[in-house]
């Protein structure tokens, strides 16, 4: 069993794993399976009460932490798509040849343009340039601030 808590962007949730070695008809039919996952996900998001349980088979041989941390990461870039598709409509366009990576490049560079700008919702940034060229240039010729590090 492994456990994280995350407190950030208007979320207050406990993060639970627990995996149980996977019974041999499970083995069987997916071949290389060999535990079966439980993440469970408890707490609050924007002050409403939340919960999610999501339960995997998997053949991986690691420590439960890291399979907590592997998850989570799983989800942190499923939400990075999640704000690509829902705000830039990315899966509705059927792009071929080099034509998807150009356009993700371009998309991925607006978003980045939008933070640096710092927006915090990329809806609020898009309505902000949308029609004015001119704060899209500005935006466009802004020097990151320097990092610390």
């Known amino acids: 069993m492994a456990t994280d808590h995350e407190i950030s962007h208007g979320r207050d949730i406990t993060w639970t794993l627990r995996a149980k070695e996977a019974p041999q008809h499970i083995s069987e039919a997916w071949i290389g ?21 999501h339960v995997f088979l998997t053949s991986l041989r690691t420590t439960p932490e890291a399979l ?40 991925t560079a607006a978003l980045n343009l939008l933070r640096l700008a ?15 060229i001119t704060a899209l240039l500005a935006m466009a010729k802004r020097r990151p601030e320097p990092n610390p590090c």
Do not use: C
């Open 33 to 53: 399976t060999g535990w079966i996952v439980e993440v469970a996900a408890a707490g609050t998001r924007d002050s409403k009460p939340f919960q999610a349980k």
């Open 68 to 107: 907590l941390q592997l998850v989570r990461d799983r989800w942190s870039i499923e939400g990075w798509h999640w704000i690509r598709d829902t705000q830039l409509h990315e899966d509705a366009h059927r792009y071929r040849g080099n034509g998807a990576g150009v356009m993700a490049t371009l998309r």
């Open 118 to 132: 710092g927006f915090r919702s990329v809806r609020a940034g898009l309505q902000a340039v949308m029609h004015d």
